[in-house]
């Protein structure tokens, strides 16, 4: 259980993020989460049942996440689950595009870290979030790729330099997230139902999959440094 204990995730007005904040809720835990939306946040307090401290967040910009941090004080458990993610061809992609990338995945969580670590508890830990891209080659996925073994070389690092705090990292597969909600929703189904197929447990993840993870290396205090691979088998296909 996880009463009496602070939790800030930063992406936690939709998808994994409101779901980590969900479970966390439900085992007695103070959440904070932290969101660019004012409307998604909104949504996410109503339906968390205003349980949660909401506060509006662009990780892009290190000052306001220095703020924040100063505004939030002490705390025991960061999760960053907030990233804009994006795909295409090394060569035509803009270099804008993939700077971008980086900004939003790596120098986010860095930004993230770096100021809240100070005002952590040293039996606390950090939850970043890389992806199977780093771990399966895949087309279109160069940058994408890249960034997220960033983070997990980072998150690795981090657990030596940051100890006695625990760093872990979770590398989600495909999730059925409102990240997708922009594709169609026939093309969104079959990509769904193709790669389903192909996987080993014959489904396509949920934010409640990869969030029971976060709470497991929130939990467990004898797990730091490690990569934790929730994407139903993608990386042996």
Do not use: C
């Not at 660019?36 to 949504?43: F, H, I, N, T, V």
């Not at 120098?107 to 970043?128: H, R």
């Not at 990240?179 to 014959?202: C, H, I, W």
């Amino acid at each position: 259980m996880l009463q009496g204990h602070k939790i800030v995730i930063i992406g936690g007005s939709s998808g994994i993020g409101m779901q980590t904040a969900k479970q966390a809720i439900e085992q007695g835990a103070e959440v904070i989460i932290a969101s660019r939306s004012e409307d998604k946040l909104k949504a996410a307090v109503s339906a968390l049942n205003d349980k949660v401290t909401a506060y509006k967040l662009d990780t892009t910009h290190e000052e306001q996440v220095q703020s924040f941090f100063a505004t939030v004080g002490r705390f025991d458990h960061l999760v960053i689950s907030a990233a804009e993610t994006s795909g295409g061809s090394f060569l035509e992609t803009d270099t804008a595009k993939a700077r971008q990338l980086f900004d939003n995945k790596f120098w986010g969580q860095y930004y993230a870290v770096k100021y809240g670590a100070p005002n952590m508890s040293t039996n606390g830990s950090i939850t970043l979030f890389s992806g199977v891209v780093a771990y399966k080659t895949m087309t279109g996925s160069s940058i994408l790729g890249a960034v997220n073994a960033a983070v997990s070389n980072l998150g690795q690092t981090l657990a030596l330099e940051l100890a006695p705090i625990r760093v872990n990292i979770v590398s989600p597969g495909i999730i059925d997230t409102p990240s997708r909600s922009k594709m169609p929703e026939e093309t969104r189904n079959q990509f769904y139902d193709s790669l389903a197929g192909k996987l080993p447990v014959r489904r396509i993840g949920q934010p409640e999959d990869v969030a029971q993870s976060v709470l497991y290396l929130i939990q467990n205090g004898f797990v730091t440094g490690t990569v934790l691979h929730v994407e139903g088998g993608h990386i042996l296909t």
